[in-house]
Nanobody, 126 residues
Framework: QVQLVESGGGLVQAMGSLRLSCTNS????????MGWFRQAPGKEREFVAA????????LYADSVKGRFIISRDNTRNTVYLQMNSLKPEDTAVYYC???????????????????WGQGTQVTVSS
């Protein structure tokens, strides 16, 4: 059974940094493509970043490119999102997700991800 657990959210001032973690505690779906999405109040869930299995590449939304870095540790079944130079508009609940069908490529399509964590709140104050 897939169980994704996010951590690392919190309150930070603008231009600060946070690192989110997402661990898949289930025994399956290791090495699949994983992604981070976010949802602000009153808005739809939007893509942030995705990473394929090692060597398979990364993908970023334009709004976070150059500020956020996605990485993974397959030995720990964990994906990370390093967020730097945070802006108030980055405030949202951040979710990690797994695409069970994808290994070596990335996708920013929310509909292609099959399993989701419960989310972690990130609040950036101005």
């Amino acid at each position: 059974q897939v169980q994704l657990v996010e951590s690392g959210g919190g309150l930070v001032q603008a231009m600060g940094s946070l690192r989110l973690s997402c661990t898949n505690s289930g025994p399956t779906l290791t090495s699949r493509t994983m992604g981070w999405f976010r949802q602000a109040p009153g808005k739809e869930r939007e893509f942030v970043a995705a990473i394929a299995r090692s060597g398979g590449g990364t993908l970023y939304a334009d709004s976070v490119k150059g500020r956020f870095i996605i990485s993974r540790d397959n030995t720990r079944n964990t994906v990370y999102l390093q967020m730097n130079s945070l802006k108030p508009e980055d405030t949202a609940v951040y979710y990690c997700a797994v695409d069970k069908e994808r290994y070596y490529s990335t996708s920013g399509d929310v509909h292609e991800y099959d399993y989701w964590g419960q989310g972690t709140q990130v609040t950036v104050s101005s």
